[in-house]
């Protein structure tokens, strides 16, 4: 069976497509129309999934959405619903009207059956939580597992709780909105000159200069309750929820937090302190949460997803600060997840599908195969010798402090680059992350970068920890290897690394291999192929306009490589 699934009007819109159970392409729609997180219809990423199986839509057998907005519909409102203004919205109004008949409200899934000239367009629209909940449980390697869920807002909630068995999973709570400890944290982002549901890990990265202890953590903590299972936000000092705001923060948070930064205003240290206070209140919260949640379960496994779960920092704390003992987390934990989310649960749950293999990597994108780049290069009168090794190449201009684009294979899925639209720099030298943030990425010069390490060597950086996938956890780097891969080392001395193998990535394991045999260090610095306020490089054409509007040194595209 093949389902279509939609992340349609999300933070950002995608499509996936799996067959039997098993992800066979994703990709998010800012890819294709190069608007960073864009929320539009994911038509481009629709086209590229439909694209690699025969048939196209005509192969597909369901649809399935990763929002349900009948939930909207269980409260009549004549605004909308009195009369239709235009016949097709009576597909909304006929159920609005029909709301007040009912014995409850509308929740769960909605399936639309819509018959045409061949077989019938079946649509489930499915809870935006469960749509998480099936991310994460789905693609997880567990058998079961307690589940949690949090994130600005679905529909009607912020956090769901859940048991995952076998091919399903049941609820046990939601979070009612507006108690939003995402939105709390997207507020604060906004408070500190950033961009809510945008720059929050910005704020996260900032919060390593502050102290977690200052008077402004003591004073927003007491702004979150955490009672009987659940958080409860004082609202009085919040405008995120109101429509229309004047802003995220009301002005009790003004008056009792001081003026909010302006976007280019300096950073002082009072800001430092607010992003380490409202990180550790998401710390705080989440751990709370998590901690309930294996009292209520009992399980020692847990899987996460929800935007809230993009925060690696709490991400690489979970195992020491919870009773859970194993963690997944899937490469798109955030909205950009939910088609994948939303197939799985139609698969698994409606369908009541076998599940399908759990998530090893995340390379769901297009490729481009070498006579495809070469066509490219042509088209832009551009020389580009052919190297017989590029993972050797690309190591030794590494070695040799140059920063290289790297454009290979399939695009990842998710926020995060692992090492087919990358941009790498030698982990050694300070002075290649300041010139990667400087003339790459122009970017602030406080945010981290992190280290793509060889899964044999991971240990002699971070210890015992387990291997790390996805960059989804940030972690502690041993004392005795920060001085070895400086560059990717934050202030506080953490890193969030990805664990490289020869199994999930054959050719980037060659390249740190062989950078390894230069300089005895199997890390490399790792960070996405993109210019800052645009998406990672999908196509090769991308690729190359990157590389000549920034200060990387060479391009290496399947055997190709550029060099200034």
């Not at 992800?23 to 994911?42: G, I, N």
């Not at 720059?199 to 003591?218: N, Q, R, T």
């Not at 551009?382 to 290289?404: K, M, S």
């Not at 001395?493 to 490289?500: D, H, L």
Request: proline letters at 6%; hydrophobic letters at 40%; glycine letters at 8%.
């Amino acid at each position: 069976m093949r389902i279509l699934g939609i992340a349609n009007d999300m933070h950002i819109s995608s499509a996936a497509l799996i067959e039997d159970g098993k992800v066979v392409a994703a990709a998010a729609e800012e890819r294709f129309t190069r608007m960073k997180h864009t929320r539009a219809f994911p038509a481009g990423a629709i086209d590229y999934c439909l694209s690699t199986v025969p048939g196209g839509m005509d192969a597909v057998d369901r649809v399935a959405v990763s929002a349900n907005p009948a939930i909207d519909l269980s409260v009549y409102d004549g605004r909308y619903a009195g009369r239709a203004r235009w016949y097709p919205e009576a597909l909304y109004s006929i159920p609005n009207n029909l709301a007040a008949l009912t014995n409850g409200p509308y929740q769960g899934h909605t399936t639309q059956v819509l018959q045409t000239a061949d077989k019938p367009l079946q649509i489930d629209y499915v809870y935006h939580h469960d749509a998480h909940a099936a991310n994460a449980f789905f693609l997880s390697p567990f058998d079961s597992a307690a589940i949690l869920t949090v994130d600005g807002r679905g529909e009607d909630c912020t956090a769901l709780s859940a048991i995952g068995e076998g091919g399903s999973f049941t609820a046990i709570d939601t979070i009612p909105f507006p108690h939003s400890i995402g939105l709390l944290y997207g507020a604060v982002t906004e408070y500190l000159g950033f961009r809510l549901d945008r720059d929050e890990w910005k704020v996260m990265g900032l919060a390593a200069y502050g102290d977690p202890d200052s008077a402004a953590y003591k004073a927003l903590r007491d702004l979150v309750h955490l009672k009987d299972g659940n958080v409860r936000i004082d609202l009085n000092y919040f405008g995120y929820y109101l429509r229309p705001s004047r802003g995220a923060v009301s002005d009790s948070f003004i008056d009792q937090f001081g003026p909010a930064r302006l976007p280019r205003e300096a950073i002082t240290s009072r800001h430092h302190d607010v992003a380490a206070a409202v990180q550790h209140v998401l710390e705080d919260a989440l751990q709370y949460l998590l901690t309930d949640l294996h009292r209520q379960t009992g399980m020692k496994r847990a899987v996460l997803g929800g935007g809230s779960f993009m925060n690696s920092v709490f991400n690489g704390k979970i195992t020491s600060s919870t009773p859970f003992d194993e963690v997944f987390i899937s490469s798109c934990p955030d909205d950009s997840g939910t088609s994948v989310g939303a197939a799985l649960y139609s698969h698994c749950v409606l369908q009541d599908a076998k599940r399908g293999p759990a998530m090893a990597h995340n390379y769901y994108g297009p490729s481009f195969d070498q006579a495809s780049i070469d066509d490219v290069l042509s088209r832009a009168k551009l020389r580009a010798p052919a190297v017989e090794d590029p993972a050797a190449t690309a190591a030794r201009a590494l070695a040799e402090g140059h920063i290289v684009g790297w454009f290979q294979g399939r695009m990842e899925f998710g926020q995060r680059a692992l090492g087919n639209r990358s941009i790498l720099a030698d982990p050694r030298s300070v002075s290649a992350r300041d010139q990667v943030n400087d003339a790459v990425k122009f970017r602030e010069p406080w945010r981290p970068f992190a280290p793509a390490v060889l899964a044999e060597d991971f240990s002699s950086y971070f210890g015992s920890e387990p291997p790390v996938p996805f960059m989804e956890r940030t972690l502690p780097v041993l004392p005795t290897a920060r001085n070895l891969i400086p560059a990717a080392v934050h202030v506080d001395g953490t890193a969030r690394p990805q664990t490289v193998s020869a199994d999930t990535n054959p050719l980037f394991y060659r390249l740190i291999s062989a950078f390894r045999d230069l300089t005895g260090v199997g890390a490399v610095l790792n960070t996405s192929f993109n210019l800052a306020e645009e998406p990672i490089v999908c196509e090769p054409q991308d690729a190359i306009r990157t590389f000549y509007s920034s200060g990387l040194d060479m391009l290496v595209m399947g055997n190709r490589v550029l060099t200034k």
